[in-house]
């Protein structure tokens, strides 16, 4: 069956940027839009944004000065950055799909990666 | 941005309660609400979509109702696998928000 899998750095030095990639395994990353969704330790969870398999992007206002989503369908991955972090950017990060239609909800999850911003 | 409020915040019950939770936004979102259960170290899995759908493969005790501002969650008869924090979450508008959570602990 299809399954997401973060990977990246688990540990980033303030100012620095963040890079995270998700792959997608047992399916095609077409006709789907791909997100990015973050939870700082005990904390709730918070839509950063997503990538639609052609290349289309929303993100959330709060960060979008500082994100950038990408995806290569030849690999079959997405990828998030985010520049400039704080501690505040201290969070597990999930990828997870989003079906398409009007009445949606993220129906895929990864298993989350801790990304620690630390000096 | 829509806000949710969720509650209560936490909650103890003990197996074989009915269990309800509120979710409450901060403008009309017809029925553009969905819940996940999340438990400790793992992602969120969804149970409800678009506030009354049950999602395949979730048991019948979980249930969803309204629309508007107004929405529940109730388990109908609480399993022990059921303790771990709920979550809804808006699809009506970007940027796509969640509830601070509820809680679910064993009494």
């Known amino acids: 069956q299809v399954q997401l899998q973060e990977s990246g750095p688990g540990l980033v030095k303030p100012s620095e940027t963040l890079s995270l990639t998700c792959t997608v395994s047992?399916?095609?990353?077409?006709?789907?839009?791909w997100n990015w969704i973050r939870q700082p330790p005990g904390k709730g969870l918070e839509w950063i944004g997503y990538?639609?398999?052609?290349?289309?992007?929303n993100y959330n206002p709060s960060l979008k000065s500082r994100v950038t989503i990408s995806v290569d369908t030849s690999k079959n991955q997405f990828s998030l950055k985010l520049s400039s972090v704080t501690a505040a950017d201290t969070a597990v990060y999930y990828c997870?799909?989003?079906?398409?239609?009007?009445?949606?909800?993220?129906?895929?999850w990864g298993r989350g990666t801790l990304v620690t911003v630390s000096s | 941005d829509i806000q949710l409020t969720q509650s209560p915040s936490s909650l103890s019950a003990s197996v074989g309660d009915r269990v309800t939770i509120t979710c409450r936004a901060s403008?009309?979102?017809?029925?553009?609400l969905n819940w996940y259960q999340q438990k400790p170290g793992k992602a969120p899995k969804v149970l409800i979509y678009?506030?009354?759908n049950l999602q395949s493969g979730v048991p019948s005790r979980f249930s969803g109702s309204g629309s508007g501002t107004d929405f529940t969650l109730t388990i109908s008869s609480l399993q022990p696998e059921d303790f771990a924090t709920y979550y809804c979450?808006?699809?009506?508008?970007?940027?796509?928000?969640f509830g601070q959570g509820t809680e679910l602990e064993i009494k």
């Open positions: 997870a799909r989003r079906l398409t239609g009007d009445y949606w909800h993220f129906d895929l």
């Open positions: 047992g399916g095609s990353i077409s006709n789907y839009y």
């Open positions: 990538i639609y398999y052609s290349g289309s992007t």
């Open positions: 403008q009309s979102i017809s029925s553009y």
């Open positions: 678009a506030a009354s």
């Open positions: 979450q808006q699809t009506y508008s970007a940027p796509y928000t």
